[in-house]
Nanobody, 124 residues
Framework: HVQLVESGGGPVQAGGSLRLSCERSGSNARFNTMAWFRQAPGKEREGVAAIFTGGGSTVYADSVKGRFIISQDNALSTVYLQMNSLKPEDTAVYYC??????????????????WGQGTQVTVS
């Protein structure tokens, strides 16, 4: 059984920075992709960034490209999302997700099997 636990959310002023962490525990199941999604009130969940754990390559949504950085630690147990130059439209609940599936695009939430509980980010 795999658990993903996010931390690091909170209130921040526009232009500020936050770093989210996603720590995995439980089973040693291997994932090929770990990602961050977000969901704002009244909106669909959207992919923000993903890292392909094998080679470490990364992808980003256009809305965060150049401002957010996804990374992982060497033990592949924690994934981070460094968020810079935050905007009010970045306000959302941010979720960590993981998968071993290759079916679907990285931003397709249906591709992911494991999800964290979410952490609120509020930019004012």
């Amino acid at each position: 059984h795999v658990q993903l636990v996010e931390s690091g959310g909170g209130p921040v002023q526009a232009g500020g920075s936050l770093r989210l962490s996603c720590e995995r525990s439980g089973s040693n199941a291997r994932f090929n992709t770990m990602a961050w999604f977000r969901q704002a009130p009244g909106k669909e969940r959207e992919g923000v960034a993903a890292i392909f754990t094998g080679g470490g390559s990364t992808v980003y949504a256009d809305s965060v490209k150049g401002r957010f950085i996804i990374s992982q630690d060497n033990a592949l147990s924690t994934v981070y999302l460094q968020m810079n130059s935050l905007k009010p439209e970045d306000t959302a609940v941010y979720y960590c997700a993981a998968t071993a599936s290759y079916v679907g695009s990285w931003y397709d939430s249906g591709r992911y099997v494991y999800w964290g509980q979410g952490t609120q980010v509020t930019v004012s």
